[in-house]
């Protein structure tokens, strides 16, 4: 009762927030517990396994696990659940043959009733969801709870360990956790979880990279965006503002001592391609939107942008040297796994706090480089440019630590193993 007090204050404080920048426009009911009668009936019958997954990031990582699950259980009912709805668009899209709902809020008497009408057999949480109502509710419908790709990052553990009384007896009702390394096992055994029922089986982002064997079309990538065989393309991908202008100086600089150096920049969000237009004709080039790209020739004053939606992966192809946005600033860094499944070299800045075990494998083996400021980037990039050779040999380092490290889903699935086969 506390808690659902707790989280209806804290609702009332956030809806004006939530109102001003428009994200009621996602909201569905659902998240109120509110499901189609039609889902309800194609539910009812088999008690089936109910996996979750927060946003993009999670359901892309989610997908090995969930073939590997529809390879062995052919015959098993699989519900999908997001936050987001770029989550649960991306869910509908490649989870073939689930049912997608959205998450219900985590109220009591709302997971209740969602629990109690799906009754599943087993619920699945990617990462370190930690939703007290939601695996309440999953226990007394009898359904064993595992939370699979576990990670504690370090700001989630400071916060976690100011409520470790209250949460300790959260994470006794979870049957089972899958922790990506020895240190988030280390940390949600601090917590409170027992550790007998703490397992560290790798991170699914891993497979998630390899997922699929994606096709290489560099050549058609260059050929499109104008970029000949001696050019250097310098990419980077998943960019913030504040990490724009940084990049651009960058390029500014190098340009003249390299003609035949290239950038492309994709920012986060394709709507804020504009916006980059903006900086980049503020340094001093002229701006190229890879959607209206004609196969001319790309020059050395074009700064090509990205400004469509779900290619960037693939894009990465026809690149030589990526950066990764969002670790310039303070916002964690993205997946630098997308950029070594191409045999990439992979630059990053010091704030790459979401990707820690990646980061340490790729930098251990010195298959990545890590660059604290934009006069270090300078620096890094042009060691990198007077050396293709060892250019090379970096990438390919990058895509040896994916291989090495991929096989998670097989793994998760041996522990899940005796979850699936309840009855």
């Given at each position: 009762?506390?808690?659902?007090?707790?989280?209806?204050?804290?609702?009332?404080?956030?809806?004006?927030?939530?109102?001003?920048?428009?994200?009621?426009?996602?909201?569905?009911?659902?998240?109120?517990?509110?499901?189609?009668?039609?889902?309800?009936?194609?539910?009812?019958?088999?008690?089936?396994?109910?996996?979750?997954?927060?946003?993009?990031?999670?359901?892309?990582?989610?997908?090995?696990?969930?073939?590997?699950?529809?390879?062995?259980?052919?015959?098993?009912?699989?519900?999908?659940?997001?936050?987001?709805?770029?989550?649960?668009?991306?869910?509908?899209?490649?989870?073939?043959?689930?049912?997608?709902?959205?998450?219900?809020?985590?109220?009591?008497?709302?997971?209740?009733?969602?629990?109690?009408?799906?009754?599943?057999?087993?619920?699945?949480?990617?990462?370190?969801?930690?939703?007290?109502?939601?695996?309440?509710?999953?226990?007394?419908?009898?359904?064993?709870?595992?939370?699979?790709?576990?990670?504690?990052?370090?700001?989630?553990?400071?916060?976690?360990?100011?409520?470790?009384?209250?949460?300790?007896?959260?994470?006794?009702?979870?049957?089972?956790?899958?922790?990506?390394?020895?240190?988030?096992?280390?940390?949600?055994?601090?917590?409170?979880?027992?550790?007998?029922?703490?397992?560290?089986?790798?991170?699914?982002?891993?497979d998630a990279a390899l997922f699929g064997g994606k096709e290489d079309e560099r050549d058609n990538f260059r050929r499109k965006l104008g970029i000949s065989g001696e050019h250097k393309l310098f990419m980077a991908g998943s960019t913030h503002p504040g990490e724009e202008e940084i990049i651009l100086r960058c390029y500014k600089e190098l340009s003249k001592e390299f003609p035949g150096m290239r950038l492309l920049i994709a920012p986060r969000h394709a709507e804020r391609s504009q916006a980059v237009a903006g900086c980049v004709k503020a340094a001093g080039f002229k701006p190229r939107?890879?959607?209206?790209?004609?196969?001319?020739?790309?020059?050395?004053?074009?700064?090509?942008?990205?400004?469509?939606?779900?290619?960037?992966?693939?894009?990465?192809?026809?690149?030589?040297?990526?950066?990764?946005?969002?670790?310039?600033?303070?916002?964690?860094?993205?997946?630098?796994?997308?950029?070594?499944?191409?045999?990439?070299?992979?630059?990053?800045?010091?704030?790459?706090?979401?990707?820690?075990?990646?980061?340490?494998?790729?930098?251990?083996?010195?298959?990545?480089?890590?660059?604290?400021?934009?006069?270090?980037?300078?620096?890094?990039?042009?060691?990198?440019?007077?050396?293709?050779?060892?250019?090379?040999?970096?990438?390919?380092?990058?895509?040896?630590?994916?291989?090495?490290?991929?096989?998670?889903?097989?793994?998760?699935?041996?522990?899940?193993?005796?979850?699936?086969?309840?009855?």
């Amino acid at each position: 009762m506390l808690y659902d007090l707790i989280f209806a204050v804290f609702a009332v404080l956030y809806m004006p927030y939530f109102v001003l920048k428009g994200k009621w426009r996602g909201f569905s009911r659902q998240r109120l517990g509110i499901l189609p009668d039609a889902f309800l009936a194609r539910v009812k019958d088999k008690r089936a396994i109910w996996l979750h997954a927060v946003s993009v990031g999670e359901v892309i990582a989610s997908l090995p696990l969930y073939d590997e699950i529809r390879k062995n259980f052919p015959s098993e009912k699989i519900i999908v659940s997001t936050v987001t709805s770029t989550g649960n668009h991306i869910a509908r899209e490649r989870f073939k043959g689930a049912e997608v709902i959205y998450f219900p809020v985590d109220l009591s008497f709302v997971t209740d009733k969602v629990m109690g009408s799906i009754r599943p057999k087993v619920v699945l949480i990617a990462e370190t969801e930690i939703w007290p109502n939601f695996i309440n509710s999953a226990k007394k419908a009898a359904a064993g709870v595992v939370i699979f790709n576990g990670r504690v990052s370090k700001d989630s553990f400071k916060n976690y360990s100011a409520v470790r009384s209250i949460l300790k007896s959260v994470l006794g009702k979870v049957d089972l956790f899958l922790m990506q390394m020895p240190s988030d096992a280390e940390k949600i055994v601090y917590l409170g979880a027992p550790a007998d029922k703490v397992k560290v089986s790798g991170n699914l982002k891993y497979d998630a990279a390899l997922f699929g064997g994606k096709e290489d079309e560099r050549d058609n990538f260059r050929r499109k965006l104008g970029i000949s065989g001696e050019h250097k393309l310098f990419m980077a991908g998943s960019t913030h503002p504040g990490e724009e202008e940084i990049i651009l100086r960058c390029y500014k600089e190098l340009s003249k001592e390299f003609p035949g150096m290239r950038l492309l920049i994709a920012p986060r969000h394709a709507e804020r391609s504009q916006a980059v237009a903006g900086c980049v004709k503020a340094a001093g080039f002229k701006p190229r939107f890879v959607s209206m790209s004609d196969h001319s020739p790309s020059g050395r004053e074009d700064v090509l942008i990205l400004d469509v939606m779900g290619i960037l992966a693939k894009l990465y192809s026809a690149g030589d040297i990526i950066f990764m946005g969002g670790s310039l600033i303070k916002k964690g860094g993205q997946n630098p796994l997308e950029a070594a499944y191409y045999s990439k070299a992979v630059v990053f800045g010091p704030h790459m706090h979401n990707f820690e075990g990646i980061l340490s494998a790729l930098l251990s083996e010195k298959a990545a480089m890590r660059v604290e400021d934009g006069k270090d980037l300078v620096k890094t990039l042009r060691m990198l440019m007077h050396n293709p050779e060892g250019t090379r040999v970096m990438g390919e380092r990058a895509r040896s630590v994916l291989e090495a490290n991929a096989g998670v889903a097989e793994k998760d699935l041996e522990f899940i193993e005796p979850f699936l086969e309840k009855a």
